[in-house]
Each structure stands twice: as C-alpha cells, then as structure tokens.
C-alpha cells in the first residue's frame, strides 16, 4: 500500500490534502484551521472530482459568508433584508455588569459590538470570555421592531473546532505505520515537505508543537526572519493564541478588572499563551511586576493577582528573531542577547524548558511546502490537547539515570521535553533503544543550551556545574550530551564547559572536543547531524598522505550528486599528490543494469580529465554493501556513509565551494591499519 493510500485508509475524514490550504486561503487574514475546518466538509478525500467541486464550494462558503472588513456594511445590509444570515467572524465577549447585566459580544470584522449573548453559550464555550477573540460561525439575526435598543441578534454561535476525537483510536492507528513515515506524516500536518528535511530537522519543527501537547512547557525559539516560528502557534490550533511581544501586559496575560470583578487574562483560556516578536525593541518599556509574576507562574504554574492565588496549566512559548549568527553570538554576547533586557535574568531564563535552535531551520520558500497528505490541523489539534492530560516521562526513568549534578528543573525540563516528543512521535510508546536515545539526546542537548547560557549571564551558576551525562541502565555506558553549536564552534568550548574550574583557567582556551585529526591512531569519529566544520581533507589527508594506491569500495556512486563526491575526494588526491608520480584510484562501485550504462560514461569522461592532473583512474561493478578507503600508507577507513556524507545543497551558497561550511548527515568513521 502506498503511503498516501495507506495515511487516507487509516484516517479518512480526518486528514486533507495541505496545498489545497493554500489555493483556498490566499490572501485571507484567517488562520490555517478555519480553513481547514471547511476543507474537512468538503474535501476529505483522494478522489480529484470530489476534490475540486469541494474547493468551489469551500470558496463559495468563504465568499459569502466569510465577513471581510471592507465588505462588512454589504454583510450588514444583508442581514437586515434577509432577517438571518450565518458568517464567519471573530468573537470576543465581554460581561457588561451594569444595567442590563448582560454577557456581550464584538464582532471584529463585522465591527459591531455590544450584542447581547446568552449565558448558556459563555457556559459552553468560556474561552469567548479571553480578550482575544475566537473564530466562530454565527447565525446573526436582525430585529426590525421600532422600540429595541439592539437590533442585532445572536441565534446560534458555534466556535470553528471539531466536536470530539477518539484519542484511544489515534494512538492505536500509531502501529500501522513506521518512525519514518509517521514523521512524515506529522511534518506534513505543519505544512512542510518532509523530503527536503533530515531526522534532525524533524525533530526541530516537531518541537514547535511542544507547548501544544504539553502542560505547563516552557518554551523558546530565536532565529533568523522567514523560518516559520509563527506559523504553528498562529495558524494550527484553537486552543493556541499568538500575540505580539510588545502588546503583551500584565493585566491581559494574568488578571484584569471589570468593575469589582476579576477575569482571568490569556493564562486563564488558552493552551498556549505564545509571545511573537519577543526581541528588544528600543523604547518599549516591560512592566517589571509583569515579569515578577510570569516569573512565579513558569515555575509554580501559579501565580498572585488581584485578591487570590490562581492556578494555570497554559504553556508558554517565546519567538523572535536573532541580530547575528550564532558564532558571532557565542564569540562576542551569549544566545539570548537578542530578548528584551528587562528578560534577561537568570532566574527567569532558568525557568525555560527548551531552546529550540532556530537557526538551524533553513528560510521558508516555496518549494518548502508540502502538496501531500496531513491531519486536519483541526483534528490534530483536538488530539494535542487530549494527550496534554497525560504524562509518558515514566518511560525515561526506566530506561536512563543522569548525573546527580543536575538540578531539579535540568529534570523537569528534560523529562517534559521528552515526554512531549513521546506523544508526537510514538503515542503508542512502541520504541527502540536506539529511537529512545534520539529523544532523549534532543531533550538533553535542548536544556544543556539554556544552561551554557546561564554561566555566562550569572557567574552563582558556575559554582554548581551541571554535567550533562545520563547512564543507560541496560549496558552501564555513559553518554555525554553537548550542543550542536558547541561543536561546530571549537571557541565556544573554554566559555561554556570549563566553569566548574578557576577563573585562572577560564582566561585560557582549552583544547576542543571537536575530532581533531593531527595524529594517525586507531580510533572512530562520530559525526553529528547538521555538524559543520568537517571536510574530506580534515578527514582523511592525514591518513591518505603518502599512498600512491587508493581503493574506494562505495556502491552508492550513481546519482549526479554521488559523483559529484567522487570528484570532490579526487580533488583532495590531486592536492595532496606532491611528487611527479601518477596515482593509480580504483573504484568499487554498484548500479542497477538500467543505469549502469550512465554511469560508464559519467566514469569514462571523469578517467579522461583526472589523467591529465596525475590520477590513474579505474573501475569496475559488483555487488556489495561495506563502504570503505583502502591505502598503500597503511591505513583503512571504514566509512559508515562512504563519501555521502554531507546534506543536500540548493540554490547559490557557499556550502557548493567549501565543504566546512555544509551540514552532514549523521555517520561514522573507523581508521585502522591495513593488516595485507
């Protein structure tokens, strides 16, 4: 069963196709799960003529009763001449307390207000109460009589969220499909293509939903402009609201008044309270007692206004966009310099769960979007919200125990964190060793981040060093998490890991942890995913320095980009061949009969140039699978990936020219002496 077919048999009716989100919304001010919603009523099928008759009548639906701001007196008039009419709005309430007593209601595009709502419909849908307004579809009645002081009438109102969800369903459906394809699946519910992502670039956009599906998480995600950190509170859920960093007060997040009477603000309402744009901005002021209290509230899940103690279990989420690159950061500030100063406490910082690396995310284009199949976000969003009342943290106490220099909320954070990625990737909790410590590993490296932080920002925390190690239970081994950032700048190292030393020290670099491959030994390298800074000469130059013969077993040299690898590799020979003699490369490679014959000539033209540089080319085709250097020097280089090592490249960008600068896949590299 092909995938496609196989998301559609498992859940039809509760997935839509993601491009027909696009051709409908256009230019709509509406997020993507309104649009959706009616998508799901129409098109939620794999049959073209469905499909296409239903966008007609999604877009007729939207036309006609979609409220747009400047045809709001159109609307209007036609309610009045018609006496009802349904349309889609965004609706806040009010209590208004003094005479009549009575709930009311603000249409924002309509831009009427002061319509009175029954009590029975606050009771059913409380979160119209939030100040931030809810997307409805409403049945608005116009009352003609000549002594009525409101003329419009509220018959039906009806917030666009699907009714219920079987949770137990959802989870038992998880086993019909593998890790992979579930990722996928997943991806393409946040409208992205899964292919032009790598596992860790899943595991990042996947975080995104973190605060969804997790109470009380939070969250913080700085990066370049243009990489989607809005996108997922904005546009995939109900239970979510964005707002803008610079609007946000203290009364409106927590508690306000209307009279004598205290309203719970946006923590009250909402799953996730999301700021966006929550950089410095000069000349904005940040009411301190406003931090005070979220301060109090992302620890204790609780915070003191007004006359009491209330409790909440809304997530908080903190978006923005960075002023440098991350070298420049960690060489010169720290990866918080980018918030707003009044933020920029340790005690407020230490409270943040994960810090989501955003720019590791690559800028959205077109090609990013995927055309495939995902959930209804309506319907994923119901599911988030169930799966917040649930806790799978258990899982990792079975299977790992970490060092005891970890503070209780280096805990709390990695255990939420994993528990939230549990939920997204494995709701059934059917997962591998090796799977289990990718989650774990992300967890950890996603607080590790906050901590290196913290020891530049506040020197109290350098005094009780956190070494982030956990054990495996089942073999004894101990694993050491660092962040990717570390790795991939060797200077950042002597500021983030050697605070637990004297100051003495901290005033000299130490050596980095990074693979260096100065001395020829017996060893293997372990290479990260989206590391940098790696090359085939920092590879293998040391260890290929001298031989005159080289074999490349490698049976992944076919596709363009395969040989493209080749060519760079025989660069580097040409480089390193200082003597007038001719050096004799043979590859071992595998094709398919069908191709075969391209390769040959793509092989045949690659001999004819590399002749004329001192490379006596040869090859020849088998079947095999062990990838693997051998040289006349004494060395053989067992290669987990061969020379594919390195992600995909598209558009103009330096990465094309210089090999340090690309991101790697994930692989191994063993040296030892050929033993021949």
Not at 261 to 274: F, M, N, P, T
Not at 318 to 339: C, D, Q, R, W
Not at 562 to 572: C, D, H, R, V
């Amino acid at each position: 069963m092909y995938w496609r077919e196989k998301i559609i048999a498992n859940f039809e009716g509760k997935v839509v196709r993601k491009d027909l989100t696009s051709i409908v919304k256009g230019n709509l001010p509406v997020p993507t799960y309104v649009v959706e919603y009616l998508l799901a009523q129409y098109c939620a099928t794999d049959d073209e003529i469905q499909i296409n008759e239903g966008i007609e009548q999604v877009k007729e639906v939207i036309r006609n009763n979609y409220v747009h701001r400047a045809e709001a007196e159109t609307i209007k008039s036609r309610i009045r001449e018609r006496g009802r009419y349904r349309i889609i709005d965004k609706v806040s309430v009010e209590l208004n307390d003094k005479s009549p007593n009575q709930y009311e209601a603000t249409f924002a595009n309509l831009a009427i207000r002061a319509v009175p709502i029954a009590d029975h419909a606050i009771q059913q849908n409380p979160k119209l109460l939030s100040g931030n307004g809810v997307w409805c579809v409403v049945t608005l009645a116009y009352n003609h009589g000549d002594t009525v002081r409101i003329r419009w009438e509220i018959e039906d109102v009806k917030p666009i969220q699907i009714a219920s969800v079987d949770i137990e369903d959802f989870i038992s459906k998880r086993k019909n499909f593998t890790t992979d394809e579930w990722m996928d699946l997943m991806i393409q519910t946040i409208g992205l293509k899964p292919d032009n992502l790598n596992k860790r670039d899943k595991f990042i956009q996947l975080a995104r939903l973190l605060p969804h599906v997790e109470n009380n998480f939070n969250f913080m995600e700085l990066g370049p402009k243009g990489t989607g950190k809005s996108h997922v509170f904005q546009e995939l859920s109900p239970h979510g609201v964005l707002v803008s960093g610079g609007d946000v007060t203290s009364a409106r997040l927590f508690v306000r008044y209307s009279g004598n009477r205290e309203l719970l603000g946006l923590i009250g309402y909402w799953d996730v309270v999301a700021w966006d744009e929550y950089e410095h901005q000069p000349g904005k002021r940040i009411d301190p007692v406003m931090i005070d209290t979220m301060q109090n509230y992302l620890a204790n899940k609780s915070f003191n206004r007004g006359k009491g103690s209330h409790e909440a279990s809304a997530s908080m989420a903190f978006i923005g966009n960075t002023k440098h690159t991350v070298p420049y950061m960690l060489k010169y500030a720290h990866l918080f310099e980018s918030i707003p100063e009044a933020f920029i406490k340790s005690a407020f910082l230490d409270r943040i769960h994960l810090y989501n690396p955003g720019w590791e995310v690559h800028i959205l284009k077109k090609s990013s979007f995927s055309d495939g199949y995902g959930f209804i976000t309506d319907y994923l969003a119901e599911i988030l919200h169930e799966l917040r009342k649930q806790d799978y943290s258990t899982v990792l106490r079975e299977h790992v125990k970490f060092d005891p220099s970890l503070t209780e909320r280096d805990h709390t954070s990695i255990r939420k964190t994993f528990s939230g990625m549990m939920k997204l990737i494995y709701p059934d909790k059917q997962i591998t060793p090796t799977e289990l410590l990718e989650l774990i590993d992300f967890a950890v490296e996603g607080r590790k981040r906050v901590k290196d932080q913290l020891y530049i920002l506040d020197e109290t925390f350098r005094a009780e060093h956190a070494n982030f190690v956990y054990q495996i239970l089942s073999t004894g081994e101990k694993v050491h998490v660092e962040t990717l950032e570390c790795i991939n700048t060797p200077t950042w190292e002597w500021r983030s890991s050697s605070y637990a030393k004297t100051e003495a020290i901290l005033s000299t670099p130490v050596e980095s942890k990074r693979p260096h491959i100065a001395q020829k030994s017996v060893k293997t390298l372990t290479i990260r995913e989206n590391q940098t800074g790696i090359s085939y000469e920092s590879l293998f130059a040391d260890y290929l320095r001298g031989a005159t013969e080289i074999t490349v077993e490698d049976p992944y040299i076919r596709f363009p980009y395969q040989i493209k690898n080749l060519m760079e590799f025989m660069g580097l020979l040409v480089k390193m061949n200082e003597s007038d003699k001719t050096l004799k490369l043979h590859l071992i490679t595998s094709n398919t009969d069908d191709r075969k014959q391209d390769s040959m000539d793509a092989f045949d033209e690659i001999q004819a140039s590399v002749a004329t540089a001192g490379i006596d080319f040869t090859y020849e085709f088998k079947e095999f699978h062990d990838r693997k250097i051998t040289a006349n020097s004494g060395w053989e280089i067992l290669l987990g990936r061969g020379l594919d090592i390195f992600e995909p490249r598209k558009g103009y960008a330096i990465e094309e020219i210089v090999q340090e600068k690309r991101r790697c896949k994930s692989f191994t590299v063993t040296f030892i002496p050929d033993i021949k």
